[in-house]
């Protein structure tokens, strides 16, 4: 008998918004994790470098789940050098974590572009791999993502439970429209992204002046 699973969410969290936070409590709730963890990217390597540093976002995520149940603020990828990839985050876990199934938390986008990510074949072999999509939204894949899905995918949770990795599960999850990018915008106006964001994070960003 496996322990419940472990999820991931990684992200730039720049800063952590209701959005992804509706998204890992549903998760939570549905899926019967033992916690979310939620990862800032220290240095992704996707994308730019975040406006904000590493430790004010993680500061940011911390704030957002204080007192939450199920939701924890994970800063290991602020204590390793380099780019942050998933892949050595997922390895880290699987130390932390040798009987609990993980699971990593993507979004249809996300999982579309997987094969851009360092190592990621390895990454099935270290999770199962939980891809959000919006109700209603279908999303070209290539013939290899195709196959791929079709290869790993389950249609029921049992496996997610019974074990380590390996499976897909899709499930569809209506979105928040609040995005990261909206709210350092209205921040930049000078304007109110009070209800989009925890009101603890509105005062991080407030006492260090972010995104203005
Ligand atoms: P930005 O606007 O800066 O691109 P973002 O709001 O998309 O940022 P990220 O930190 O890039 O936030 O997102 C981390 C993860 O959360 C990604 O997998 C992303 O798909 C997911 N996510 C972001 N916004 C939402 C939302 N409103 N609802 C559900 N999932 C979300």
């Given at each position: 008998?496996?322990?419940?699973?472990?999820?991931?969410l990684?992200?730039?969290?720049?800063?952590?918004?209701?959005?992804?936070?509706?998204?890992?409590?549903?998760?939570?709730?549905?899926?019967?994790?033992?916690?979310?963890?939620?990862?800032?990217?220290?240095?992704?390597?996707?994308?730019?470098?975040?406006?904000?540093?590493?430790?004010?976002?993680?500061?940011m995520?911390?704030?957002?789940?204080?007192?939450?149940?199920?939701?924890?603020?994970?800063?290991?990828?602020?204590?390793?050098?380099?780019?942050?990839?998933?892949?050595?985050?997922?390895?880290?876990?699987?130390?932390?974590?040798p009987?609990?199934?993980?699971?990593?938390?993507?979004?249809?986008?996300a999982?579309?572009?997987?094969?851009?990510?360092?190592?990621?074949?390895?990454?099935?072999?270290?999770?199962?791999?939980?891809v959000?999509?919006?109700?209603g939204?279908?999303?070209?894949?290539?013939?290899?993502?195709?196959?791929?899905?079709?290869?790993?995918?389950?249609?029921?949770?049992?496996?997610?439970?019974?074990?380590?990795?390996?499976?897909?599960?899709?499930?569809?999850?209506?979105?928040?429209?609040?995005?990261?990018?909206?709210?350092?915008?209205?921040?930049?106006?000078?304007?109110?992204?009070?209800?989009?964001?925890?009101?603890p994070?509105?005062?991080?960003?407030?006492?260090?002046?972010?995104?203005?």
């Open positions: 008998m496996t322990a419940r699973p472990v999820g991931m990684g992200g730039t969290f720049n800063p952590i918004h209701h959005g992804h936070l509706r998204l890992a409590l549903e998760l939570y709730e549905r899926l019967s994790f033992a916690q979310v963890h939620l990862v800032p990217a220290a240095n992704p390597p996707h994308r730019e470098k975040p406006t904000v540093g590493a430790e004010l976002r993680f500061a995520v911390q704030a957002a789940v204080a007192g939450v149940s199920g939701l924890i603020a994970d800063d290991r990828e602020l204590k390793r050098q380099g780019f942050s990839y998933t892949v050595d985050t997922l390895r880290s876990l699987r130390n932390e974590y009987n609990n199934p993980l699971c990593l938390i993507l979004g249809m986008d999982f579309i572009g997987l094969p851009t990510w360092q190592a990621w074949e390895s990454i099935i072999e270290l999770a199962h791999l939980v959000v999509r919006r109700p939204t279908l999303l070209p894949m290539s013939h290899r993502m195709h196959d791929f899905l079709v290869t790993h995918q389950v249609n029921n949770t049992v496996d997610i439970h019974t074990r380590l990795a390996g499976k897909i599960l899709v499930e569809e999850i209506p979105a928040l429209t609040i995005s990261a990018t909206q709210i350092r915008t209205l921040v930049a106006q000078g304007r109110d992204p009070s209800y989009l964001i925890p009101l994070v509105l005062e991080i960003i407030q006492q260090y002046q972010l995104y203005r």
